[in-house]
C-alpha cells in the first residue's frame, strides 16, 4: 500500500493548528474555547517560592512535555464538549434532514477469532467429524473452497481489516459451485439448480457448526443494531462514544440545554439562525471574504449565505409547533410581498390580525361525589348535568340520595382560554304535575390551562331556603394546553400601544408560526383576543419595581423601539417562567438572567421555588459547563469542527461490528446532514474532508468502497466546476486547491489498488469493488466534468499498472513458495520439482484472476493478455534456471510442459503467445531427442526381440510384438498429449510417428514370416502331423499388427492412407502366403496317404499279392480291411488340426480363409489322384478309403463353417461321380459290397 506517514504527519499537523484554533469563520473576530488550564501565570504563592536546588534539563523538559499533554488533552475534551452540544441539539431537534431508509444494508463483520472458528469447522468436515452426509463432488468442492480460499493470506488480512462478511464467504462458494454444477452431467428428475441448493444449504450447516442460532443475546448492544432507524436517546448513547463524552456529563448537558423542551429547542435555531444573518452582513460590511476566484462571487456569495438561512427558516417554519404533541401544524401567513426565499428581517412583512390567532381547548370534567345532601331522603334518585358555557351539556348517572357518587367523565372542546364551566345537581321529581326535575345547587368554574388537576370540593350554590347550606360537590377539571399556547396566566400589564392602563388581564403567549409569536389578553368567554401585541423584535428582560404602579410583587418587561411594556406577577417563579417563555419567543440574542437577591429570598424571607431549568442550569455552571451550553454557534469555525466530527464518526464507524466499507449508517448520516444544514458546512468542505479521510484509511489498509469514493469526488469535481451540486455557485480557492491536491492523491491511491488489485480486491470481494474503481479512475483522469478522458489515456494508465502487477504477484507468489533460495541450492531434481509447483500456482493465480477479476477489465482484455505475458515472462526465468540444470537425456520435465501448455493452448489470448512460443522452442530439441531415442530404442527391441523369440502366446501375439505395440501406442499417446500447439510441428510429429509404426510393424510381420516358413520346414508330412502352438502365436501376431496398424499408420491429414494401405498390403500378402504354406503343408499329408493307396492300383504286383493273400488268410481267420485304419487317421489328423487352428488363432476370418484353402486344395489333390487312375478300376480298399476320407473331410469342413458354394465345386462334384461310379461297380462285381461304406449321404454312419 502507499506510505500513509507524510499524509497522517500533515494531517496531524492539520489538525493540531485546528484545535487550537477552532474559532469563528475568518470575517468575524477569533474566538479561542477558554481552558481551565490555559492560564500561564503560576499562583503567587507558587511563583515566589524559592527552590534550593535546581532541577536538571531532562526533568524539566519532562514537566513541560507533561503540561503541554496535559493542556492538550484539555483543549481537546473541551473541543469535544463543545462539539457534543452542537450535536445533540442537532439529534433533539432536526428540521431538515431525516434518516435514510433506502441505504442498501451492511453486513456483520468477521473477526479473527470467527475465521478460525469456521476454518476449524470446515476441516471437521474434511475430516468426516461431522454428522454432514456429502457426496464426493461436494467434499472436493468444501476441499477445494478451503485450501484455495479459507487458508488464504489475502482472506485473512481482509478479515483483519474488518471489510469481509459471511455474505462474502457464501458468496465466493456459490461461484465456486456454480462452475463445478454446471459441468455435471446431467441425471433425470435432478435439476442443478436442486443440487446447488443443496449444497449450500450443507455448506451453511457446515459453516454454522454446533450453533444454536435460537440463543440471541437479550439486548443488541449499541453497534449492532446502527444499520437501523435510531431513536434520539440510541443517537445520543451513539456520539457519547464518538465524542467520548461521559454519561454525567451528557447528563448534565441534556438537562442544562433542555433537548426535551422542543420550545426551547426552536428558540435556539431561531436565535442561531438570526445570528447568522448578522454574520452575513457583517461580512458584507467590513469585506472579508474568503478567497475566490472571481470578484462577482463575493456577492453571491452574501446572497447564498441568507439564502441558506433562508431555507433554514422555511424548514424550521414548515414543522409542527411542538414534536410532542398532537399534529398540529403552524398557521401560513399571508405576506405582503412575494420573495423566493423568506425573509424575516423586516417586521412589516408580517400582518398578523385577531382572527390569526387561533387556540383550541380540551377541557376533561369528572363529577367525583356530592357532600352534605340532607334535604332530600334517602332513596331519592339525584343526577348532576355539566356544561362549558356556549357548548352542549352532559349528564352524570342517576345515584341515590344516601349515596351521591358517580365518576363520571365529560369532555369538552372549546376555543376560549377563559371558558365558563357550570355543574349542576338535580333530584327527580316526583309530582305529577311537575315539567323539570328539582335543582338541589350548582357550582360555576373558570379554569386556566394552568389550574389544578386534581378532583377539589367546591361548595355549591343552593337555592334560598334549602337546608343544604353545607351542600359541596368534589369534581376534577383539567384543561389541557394547545400545543401552540406557550404560556399562560394573569398579569398586570401596562404599554404604550396596548393595554395602555395599568391592569391584571389574563395573558396568553401563542406561536403563530414559527417566527410569529403574539401575547394575547382575553376575557371570560371569548375566543379572540380582546387585545394582542406581536413579539417580533422586542426584548424581554427582569426590571425592578416600578413606582407609582399598584398591583404586582415582582416585574419584568419587554422593550423594543419606540415601545416598552411592562409585566408584573405576583409570584417570582411565575415571573420566571414567563421570561423564559417571552425569550425563547422574542429570539433575541441576550439571555435573561434573575436578579441574585431576587434568587435567595423574597420578601417572606424564605427560600423561593426556583424552575427545575433554572436548577439544571446552576448545576451545569457548576461543573464548567455552562460556557459550553451558552457558547454562540455563529462565532465558531463549524468546518473545523465538522471535520472533527466526520473523522470521529468515521473511525467509530469502522471499529464497529458491520462491514461498513466506509458508509456511514443512517443515524450517522442523518446527524451529519443536520449538523451541515444547521451550521451552514459548505458541502465541498464537507465531501473533501470525507475523501481525506477515506483515502487515510484506505492507505492503512481499510477496506473502503469505491462507489463511496466515486460519490464524494464526483460531487467535489461537479462544484470546483461550477455544476452547483447542492446549489452553492462559489467555488473558494482554498476549495479548488484542496480539491486538486485530493484529486491527485486519489489518482494515485486507485493506481496503487489497481496495481496491487489481487490484494487489495481479493476474491473479486467486495463484490464490484474492482470495476468500480477502475471507473473511478477515469472520473479521476478527467480534465473536467465535460470532456471524457480519451480512452488511450486510460488504457495507457491501466497497462503500467498490470505491469507492476505482474511483478507484483510473481514476487508475493515465489515469497510465498519460497522458489528462490530453492533454485540456488536444490538439487536438479527437486528443482524441477519445485518449478512445477510454481506453474502449478501461477497457473492457479491467473485462474483466480479470470474468474474473479476478467469481468473489471472486461473493456481491456488485451491488457489482461499483456498482464499475463508479462508475468509467465518472469516465471521463464527460473523455467529456463530449473531446466538448465537437468541432464541432457532427462524426460522427467514433459509433465512441466504438458501441464503449461494444457492452460496456454485453451486461453485463446495467451496459445501461441510470447512465452507460449518460448515455451515451445524450450522443448522442441527435447521431443526431437526424445523420438530419436525412443526409434533407436524400439528398432533395436524388434531386432533382439524377434532373434531370442521363443514365440510363447502373450496376450495378443508374442512377447516381442507385444512390447512392439506397447511401446509405439505408448509413444503416439506421449506425443498426442503433449497437444502442441504449433500444427506444422504438430503434424511432423504425427507423420514421423506413423512413419515409424509402419516401418517397425513392417520389420515385425517381415520376421514373423520368415520365422513362419522356417519352422514348418522342420515339421514331419505324417499323419502325426498336430500343429504347433507358436505357429498358431506367428498367425495371432499378424492378426495383432493388423489391428495395430490401423490405429498406429493411419494420419489424419491428407496422407491419411499412405502409410496404413502399404503395411495392410504387407500384412495381407504375408497372410496369404502363410496360409499357403500351412495349406501346402496340410496337403502334403494327404498326399503321403493317398501314396500308400496307390499300392492298391490294379495291375501292380503289389496289388495282386496283397489280394492273393487277403482272400487266402480270410478263409482261416478274420483279417482286418486295408485302408480303414488310414482313413481313420487322416481325418483325426484334420479334426484335431481344425480344433488347434479354431482355437488359437485370434482371427476367424484368417481361420475360415484357411479351411478354405485347405478344403480345396485337399479335394484338388484327391481329384488329381483319381484322374490319373481314370482307366483304372479302383480297388476296393482303395474306394472304401477315399470315400471315407472325402465324406468326412466334407462334412468336417461344413462343420467349421466352409460355405456350400465352396464345399461343392467341380472338383468335389467330379470326386463324388467317380466315386459313386466305382462304388456302383464294386455292388455288381463284388458280392460282398463295400460293406456299409456308400457315398451315400447317410446319418447314421459313425463319426
Not at 367523565?409 to 311537575?434: C, M, N, Y
Not at 421555588?609 to 439544571?616: F, I, K, L, M
Not at 510417428?993 to 522356417?1014: S, Y
Not at 484322374?1171 to 469342413?1197: A, G, N, P, S
Amino acid at each position: 500500500m502507499l506510505d500513509p506517514s507524510s499524509s497522517e504527519e500533515e494531517s496531524d499537523e492539520v489538525l493540531e493548528e485546528e484545535r487550537r484554533d477552532v474559532l469563528v469563520a475568518g470575517t468575524s473576530p477569533r474566538l479561542v474555547l477558554p481552558s481551565q488550564g490555559r492560564d500561564s501565570r503560576e499562583p503567587a504563592g507558587r511563583a515566589g517560592t524559592a527552590r534550593p536546588v535546581s532541577p536538571s534539563p531532562s526533568v524539566i523538559s519532562e514537566e513541560r512535555e507533561e503540561q503541554e499533554r496535559q493542556q492538550k488533552e484539555e483543549a481537546d475534551r473541551r473541543i469535544r464538549l463543545q462539539l457534543y452540544v452542537f450535536t445533540i441539539r442537532c439529534i433533539a431537534y432536526p428540521f431538515n434532514a431525516k434518516q435514510p431508509t433506502d441505504m442498501a444494508r451492511r453486513q456483520q463483520k468477521l473477526n479473527k477469532q470467527q475465521l478460525q472458528s469456521i476454518k476449524e469447522r470446515f476441516q471437521a468436515f474434511l475430516n468426516g467429524e461431522t454428522q454432514i452426509v456429502a457426496d464426493e463432488a461436494f467434499y472436493n468442492a468444501i476441499r477445494c473452497y478451503f485450501e484455495v480460499f479459507l487458508t488464504s493470506e489475502r482472506v485473512a488480512r481482509m478479515v483483519h481489516c474488518g471489510g469481509c462478511s459471511a455474505n462474502d464467504f457464501r458468496e465466493v462458494f456459490k461461484k465456486n459451485i456454480e462452475k463445478r454444477v454446471r459441468s455435471l452431467p446431467e441425471i433425470d428428475g435432478l435439476s442443478k439448480e436442486t443440487v446447488l441448493s443443496s449444497w449450500l444449504a450443507k455448506y451453511d450447516a457446515i459453516y454454522r457448526g454446533e450453533e444454536d442460532l435460537r440463543k440471541q443475546p437479550k439486548r443488541m448492544a449499541l453497534t449492532a443494531v446502527s444499520e437501523l432507524i435510531l431513536s434520539k436517546e440510541q443517537l445520543y448513547e451513539m456520539f457519547q462514544q464518538i465524542l467520548g463524552i461521559k454519561k454525567f456529563e451528557h447528563q448534565l448537558l441534556y438537562n442544562a440545554c433542555q433537548l426535551d423542551n422542543a420550545d426551547e429547542q426552536a428558540a435556539q435555531i431561531r436565535r442561531e439562525l438570526d445570528g447568522r444573518l448578522q454574520l452575513a452582513e457583517q461580512i458584507a460590511k467590513e469585506k472579508k471574504f474568503p478567497k475566490f476566484g472571481s470578484k462577482e462571487m463575493e456577492v453571491m456569495y452574501i446572497e447564498e449565505l441568507k439564502s441558506s438561512v433562508n431555507l433554514l427558516m422555511a424548514n424550521l417554519e414548515s414543522l409542527p409547533v411542538s414534536k410532542g404533541g398532537p399534529e398540529f401544524k403552524l398557521q401560513k401567513l399571508k405576506r405582503s410581498q412575494n420573495s423566493t426565499f423568506l425573509d424575516l428581517g423586516d417586521e412589516n412583512d408580517i400582518q398578523l390580525s385577531k382572527s390569526d390567532v387561533v387556540l383550541s381547548f380540551t377541557l376533561e370534567i369528572v363529577i367525583m361525589e356530592v357532600q352534605g345532601l340532607k334535604s332530600v331522603a334517602p332513596n331519592r334518585i339525584v343526577y348532576c348535568t355539566m356544561e362549558v358555557e356556549g357548548g352542549e351539556k352532559l349528564q352524570t348517572d342517576q345515584a341515590e340520595a344516601s349515596r351521591p357518587q358517580w365518576g363520571t367523565q365529560g369532555d369538552f372542546t372549546t376555543t376560549h382560554p377563559r371558558p365558563v364551566i357550570k355543574v349542576k345537581l338535580f333530584t327527580e321529581s316526583t309530582g305529577v304535575l311537575a315539567l323539570e326535575d328539582k335543582e338541589l345547587g350548582k357550582v360555576i368554574l373558570n379554569p386556566t390551562p394552568n389550574s389544578g388537576k386534581s378532583p377539589e370540593l367546591h361548595k355549591m350554590i343552593v337555592p334560598k331556603n334549602s337546608q343544604d347550606s353545607d351542600l359541596k360537590i368534589k369534581l376534577a377539571v383539567r384543561m389541557d394546553k394547545p400545543p401552540n399556547m406557550k404560556h399562560c396566566g394573569f398579569l398586570y400589564v401596562l404599554g404604550q400601544k396596548v393595554w395602555k392602563r395599568w391592569k391584571k388581564r389574563f395573558l396568553v403567549l401563542v406561536q403563530v408560526s414559527q417566527y410569529t409569536f403574539a401575547m394575547c389578553s382575553y376575557k371570560e368567554k371569548k375566543a379572540e383576543p380582546q387585545e394582542l401585541m406581536q413579539l417580533d423584535g422586542y426584548t424581554v428582560d427582569y426590571t425592578e419595581p416600578q413606582l407609582g404602579l399598584q398591583g404586582g410583587r415582582v416585574f419584568f418587561n419587554a422593550v423594543k423601539e419606540g415601545d416598552a411594556i411592562v409585566f408584573a406577577s405576583d409570584d417570582e417563579q411565575d415571573r420566571i417562567l414567563w421570561v423564559q417563555a417571552m425569550y425563547r419567543a422574542t429570539g433575541q440574542s441576550y439571555k435573561p438572567v434573575p436578579p441574585n437577591q431576587v434568587q435567595k429570598s423574597n420578601t417572606r424571607g424564605g427560600q423561593i421555588e426556583v424552575p427545575v431549568s433554572q436548577v439544571y442550569a446552576e448545576r451545569a455552571q457548576k461543573h464548567g459547563m455552562e460556557e459550553f451550553i451558552s457558547a454562540d454557534p455563529c462565532r465558531f469555525d463549524h468546518s473545523i469542527l465538522f471535520r472533527t466530527l466526520q473523522k470521529r464518526t468515521l473511525d467509530h464507524r469502522l471499529n464497529d461490528s458491520y462491514s461498513c466499507l466506509g458508509w456511514f449508517s443512517p443515524g450517522q448520516v442523518f446527524v451529519l446532514d443536520e449538523y451541515c444544514a444547521r451550521y451552514g458546512v459548505r458541502g465541498c468542505h464537507r465531501h473533501i474532508c470525507y475523501l481525506t479521510e477515506l483515502m487515510d484509511n484506505a492507505e492503512s489498509g481499510a477496506v473502503i468502497d469505491p462507489t463511496l469514493l466515486h460519490y464524494s469526488f464526483a460531487f467535489c469535481a461537479s462544484h470546483v466546476h461550477g455544476n452547483r451540486p447542492d446549489g452553492l455557485g462559489t467555488v473558494t480557492a482554498q476549495e479548488k486547491e484542496r480539491f486538486e491536491d485530493i484529486k491527485e492523491r486519489l489518482r494515485l491511491l486507485l493506481e496503487n489498488q489497481i496495481t496491487h488489485f489481487r490484494y487489495c480486491f481479493p476474491f473479486g470481494r467486495p463484490e464490484g469493488g474492482l470495476k468500480a474503481t477502475l471507473s473511478l479512475l477515469e472520473r479521476v483522469l478527467m480534465k473536467d466534468i465535460a470532456t471524457p478522458v480519451p480512452p488511450e489515456e486510460v488504457k495507457k494508465v491501466v497497462r503500467k499498472c498490470l505491469e507492476k502487477a505482474a511483478l507484483i504477484n510473481y514476487t508475493r507468489l515465489t515469497e510465498y513458495a519460497r522458489i528462490e533460495e530453492m533454485l540456488n541450492q536444490a538439487s536438479p531434481e527437486k528443482k524441477l520439482e519445485d518449478i512445477l509447483q510454481l506453474a502449478d500456482l501461477c497457473i492457479e493465480v491467473l485462474q483466480q484472476n479470470e474468474e474473479h477479476h476478467s469481468e473489471a477489465f472486461a473493456w481491456w482484455p488485451d491488457l489482461m493478455a499483456e498482464h499475463a505475458e508479462m508475468f509467465w515472462s518472469l516465471f521463464a526465468v527460473d523455467l529456463d534456471s530449473a531446466l538448465g540444470a537437468q541432464a541432457q537425456d532427462s524426460w522427467e520435465s514433459f509433465p512441466l510442459f504438458q501441464m503449461l501448455n494444457n492452460y496456454l493452448r485453451n486461453d485463446s489470448h495467451l496459445c501461441n503467445g510470447k512465452f507460449h512460443k518460448h515455451l515451445q522452442e524450450t522443448f522442441v530439441p527435447l521431443v526431437v531427442r526424445y523420438i530419436d531415442l525412443m526409434e533407436s530404442s524400439i528398432a533395436q527391441s524388434v531386432h533382439r526381440g524377434f532373434e531370442q523369440e521363443t514365440w510363447q502366446p502373450v496376450n495378443n501375439g508374442s512377447a516381442s510384438s507385444e512390447d512392439l505395440f506397447w511401446k509405439l501406442d505408448a509413444l503416439q499417446i506421449f506425443v498426442y498429449d503433449l497437444h502442441w500447439p504449433e500444427p506444422e510441428f504438430s503434424q511432423h510429429l504425427e507423420q514421423r510417428l506413423k512413419l515409424m509404426a509402419c516401418d517397425m510393424i513392417e520389420a515385425c510381420v517381415k520376421r514373423t514370416r520368415i520365422a513362419f516358413e522356417a519352422k514348418l520346414q522342420k515339421i514331419s508330412k505324417s499323419a502325426d502331423f498336430r500343429l504347433p502352438h507358436h505357429v498358431c502365436t506367428m498367425f495371432n501376431v499378424l492378426v495383432d499388427a493388423k489391428k495395430q496398424s490401423t490405429k498406429l499408420c493411419v494420419l489424419n491429414g491428407g496422407l491419411e492412407q499412405q502409410y496404413h494401405s502399404k503395411i495392410d498390403d504387407l500384412i495381407e500378402e504375408t497372410f496369404k502366403e502363410m496360409i499357403s504354406l500351412l495349406v501346402s503343408k496340410f496337403v502334403a499329408v494327404l498326399e503321403g496317404m493317398l501314396a500308400k493307396l496307390s499300392r492298391y492300383d490294379e495291375g501292380t504286383l503289389f496289388s495282386s499279392i496283397l489280394s492273393f493273400t487277403v482272400k487266402a488268410a480270410s478263409k482261416y481267420v478274420e483279417v482286418p480291411k486295408p485302408g480303414m485304419d488310414l482313413a481313420d487317421t487322416y481325418i483325426m489328423f484334420v479334426r484335431q488340426n481344425q480344433d488347434i487352428l479354431r482355437e488359437k488363432i485370434n482371427e476367424e476370418l484368417y481361420v475360415e480363409k484357411l479351411f478354405d484353402q485347405w478344403y480345396c486344395s485337399s479335394m484338388k489333390s484327391i481329384c488329381i489322384w483319381l484322374t490319373d487312375r481314370l482307366d483304372l478300376q479302383l480297388h476296393i480298399y482303395q474306394l472304401k478309403t477315399l470315400i471315407k476320407i472325402v465324406k468326412k473331410t466334407y462334412r468336417d469342413f461344413r462343420l467349421q463353417g466352409v460355405l456350400e458354394g465352396t464345399l461343392h465345386n467341380k472338383t468335389y462334384e467330379t470326386i463324388h461321380n467317380r466315386l459313386t461310379v466305382e462304388e456302383t461297380t464294386i455292388s455288381v462285381s463284388d458280392g460282398g459290397g463295400l460293406q456299409g461304406i456308400t457315398m451315400k449321404d447317410s446319418d447314421e454312419e459313425e463319426g
